[in-house]
């Protein structure tokens, strides 16, 4: 083997290093979700009522 | 990311080199394979870089069509690696596995020398029964380079078991974003012989591939479902 | 996720909890003079609309009878709300060619509960070529579908063809889905099984397919803390036959809700002590809590009870599938 007289240190050095690329802990979670183009349709726009629809002018405007 | 505090070149940066050599070997191109043609020679960093990568240093020999034979200079790098990082007596189970995984890797895939390669260490598989989903897949992800042809059939077979769970954590690892997860249990669900049709695993390793490839060990791991199990294309 | 017959005791408290927040905050539910005209339907008409919906069933399925009372008890106060019915009538007259109307006045319907002149005006609206134009939302769609079917008219469209368009109806890749059409999902489901009253409808091959999947949606969902959707998970998951039963999921969605009985949208409540923004904060995952716990509370009770008789092949897993690998 090729070594020289640093090898030793850096070897445990790197034996930490080499465990923690071994097992790295979870990343948080990356969340995006896909953007709306149209009115902002909240998430219970889906439960029961149609997008705004034209309101009927009334008489007092 | 470990940091690095020596050397101008951090470890993670000569593995994501490694790894970019053995993907493209994996997928034929680059000429033949050879470690000593990815890592450096008497750099302190190879036998790191070796153990980190584990078995999938040696995946491009397990190839079935491969040009050039196994050059002797391979074989001392990866004992060297096997000699300079062995588990320790409280060694994680994933330190362990991989570790086994090169052990394997070399029986499998290197001839055998003058000396005999070590006894592959005892590795427990409880935990593939008893681990809740998302961190058996946590931890599954990072045993990816065991999912190579001939390595860890007793793992395999347990893991088996779970491959609604694993496939449960392919989900979740792509909603997190966390391509290298995804990746890593996308190549051993390509190995499970009974993934849910609907998961969608082929188109699932080639979207992961899109959008995680910029790190290499994605694409490593997304080359290797494809060469070896056929499945992401 | 683990089978299992639940927990009646802490689904119970959850829904007495949320019906008691939710009795307490009538006057928000209260709609104003100006609901036929300007006033916003996303802050009047919705909210009474999806108190009427949850409670109506409720109050029917609830196996316990209290509980049924303090539903029925709001569900009438929401017809109340509606002058019985004159509501529809006027909104109908005023926006003849929106689904909405109908669809609200169809969760009275299914009750039993009409208004002589909105039953004339939908008879003419709704076989207009007009109204049978496609809307670009299928699973919407569905819900009109229903309403159709509670108010005794002809439906559309064939439900079936408009389900196939759906969230749910292409099966799609389970790591495509993000926050909107995941809830697409929950609800192609809930009008699938109108709300879970026939859980029977759902197919093997939904059922194996939600079986599969819902468990990594509910753990992301969980983790972002959007409580709303994690009830709507929940209340899917417990469409399912044989239902399993996540006791992490639902301590979970348990420790979000207030002491009061309300659930925040999403992570905690607003603080900021105005009671109009905390109704509306709170109010649309408040009543999904006490749905998803009652149908939670009915799949437990069936557990208790053995298998459910009917078809064996409801209580299938995974279903056959046509494969997805290369030749």
Known sequence: MVTDRTAPVETATLAAEVEGLLEPAEADGVYRDTRECTSALLFLGLLLISPPTPRPKTDNR | ?233 | MTGGRGDPGLLDRMVRGSLGWLDEARGFFRLPPNVTTDADPNLTLKPLGELAELTQLIGVLHPRDEIRQAARGLFAFAWNETRDGELFAELIHGEPFATYPVELYGTFAQAGLRHADADALVQTTTRLRGWRVAREDHTRTLNVLNAERRLGLRQHADFASVLALTGLGRLPEPWTLDRKSVYGVTHDVFHLTDWGRNRQRLSPEFAGYLRLWLPSWLDTWLEEEMWDLVGELLAVTACLPAAPFDPVAWQRLATAQAADGSVPEIGAAPSSGDPAEAFLACYHSTLVTAFAATLARIACDEAEAGPVAGDPALVGGRTPCESENAP
Do not use: C
Not at chain 2, 22 to 28: E, F, K, N, S, T
Not at chain 2, 142 to 151: F, G, R, S, Y
Not at chain 2, 154 to 162: D, K, M, S, V, Y
């Open chain 2, 1 to 233: 990311m470990a940091e690095q505090t020596q050397g101008a070149v951090p470890l993670s940066a000569v593995i994501a080199d490694a790894a970019t050599g053995v993907a493209l070997a994996l997928r034929g191109e680059g000429g033949p394979y050879a470690l000593s043609g990815i890592l450096r020679h008497n750099d302190a960093l190879t036998p790191a870089a070796v153990r980190v990568l584990g078995a999938d240093a040696l995946a491009p020999y397990a190839m079935e069509h491969r040009g050039a034979p196994v050059g002797p200079e391979d074989e001392a790098v990866v004992r060297q690696a096997l000699a300079a990082y062995p588990p320790g007596a409280d060694a994680s189970e994933v330190s362990r596995w991989t570790y086994r995984g090169l052990v394997e890797a070399s029986h499998a895939f290197l001839p055998a020398g003058a000396q005999p390669w070590p006894a592959p260490p005892e590795a427990a598989t409880g935990w593939v029964d008893s681990t809740p989903w998302p961190k058996l897949s946590h931890r599954v992800s990072q045993l990816a380079a065991l999912a190579l042809p001939k390595l860890a059939p007793g793992l395999a077979e347990q893991l088996t078991a779970r491959t609604d769970d694993l496939s449960r954590g392919f989900v979740r690892a792509v909603r997190r974003r966390d391509w290298l997860q995804a990746a890593g249990l996308g190549r051993w669900l390509a190995r499970l012989p009974d993934v849910a049709p609907t998961l969608g695993l082929d188109s699932g390793l080639a979207f992961v591939r899109q959008m995680g490839g910029a790190d290499p060990r994605v694409a490593l791991h997304v080359v290797a479902a494809q060469r070896f199990y056929g499945r992401g294309w």
